[in-house]
Nanobody
Framework: QVQLVESGGGLVQAGGSLRLSCAAT????????MGWFRQAPGKEREFVAA????????YYADSVKGRFTISRDNAENTVFLQMNSLRPEDTAVYYC?????????????????WGQGTQVTVSS
């Protein structure tokens, strides 16, 4: 069993930055693809970014390409999402997820584990 705990959310002005962290306990993340999803009020949960277990491959939603960067530290069992040039439309609850599927299939199958989410609010 894997427990995922997100942190780093908060309130930031448009154009600002935040760095989200997702710490895993219970099992090493070394063989899991990891990713971030988000859900804004009244909207469905959407994919944001994913990274392979080795960190060698990353994928991003078009809406965040060039602004967000996903990374991981397998030694620390932690995944990060660096968010720059934030926009009001980035406001959402951000969820960390772990999948035993290959990263290319990250959105094709439901992740094995989810975190509880962390709120990100971007003011205009």
């Amino acid at each position: 069993q894997v427990q995922l705990v997100e942190s780093g959310g908060g309130l930031v002005q448009a154009g600002g930055s935040l760095r989200l962290s997702c710490a895993a306990t219970g099992r090493t993340l070394g063989r899991y693809a990891m990713g971030w999803f988000r859900q804004a009020p009244g909207k469905e949960r959407e994919f944001v970014a994913a990274i392979s277990w080795s960190g060698g491959s990353t994928y991003y939603a078009d809406s965040v390409k060039g602004r967000f960067t996903i990374s991981r530290d397998n030694a620390e069992n932690t995944v990060f999402l660096q968010m720059n040039s934030l926009r009001p439309e980035d406001t959402a609850v951000y969820y960390c997820a772990a999948s035993s599927s290959p990263v290319v299939s990250f959105t094709a199958r439901p992740p094995n584990y989810w975190g509880q989410g962390t709120q990100v609010t971007v003011s205009s």
